[in-house]
């Protein structure tokens, strides 16, 4: 059982910048898939990064090169830096856990990009 709590939502003027981490209990982070998803009102949980145990990354198409994941295996946590963030960047972050066949979910932090 992985647990995953989320810090660093809150509210931001478009442009601005923002830094999402995400601890996970457990004894073999280092084994698991991380990722960070996404989900706006009225709209589908969607991806925005994934790292992967081997440290490979990937990104949502609507990422455009302003977001970058990253872990620290020796803290258990995996952390999103959100740069140039966008009112349509509005939505409640999901830290997101696999292994194996398993997937685990924090409870998600909000992140809104307003004026």
């Known amino acids: 059982q992985v647990q995953l709590v989320e810090s660093g939502g809150g509210l931001v003027q478009p442009g601005g910048s923002l830094r999402l981490s995400c601890a996970a209990s457990g004894s073999i982070f280092s084994s698991y898939d991380m990722g960070w998803y996404r989900q706006a009102p009225g709209k589908q949980r969607e991806l925005g990064a994934r790292?992967?145990?081997?440290?490979?990354?990937n990104y949502g198409d609507f990422v455009k090169g302003r977001f970058t994941i990253s872990r620290d295996n020796a803290k258990n946590t995996v952390d999103l830096q959100m740069n140039s963030l966008k009112p349509e960047d509005t939505a409640v972050y999901y830290c997101?856990?696999?292994?194996?066949?398993?997937?685990?979910w924090g409870q998600g932090t909000q992140v809104t990009v307003s004026l």
């Open positions: 790292i992967t145990r081997d440290g490979t990354t």
């Open positions: 997101h856990a696999r292994f194996v066949w398993r997937h685990y």
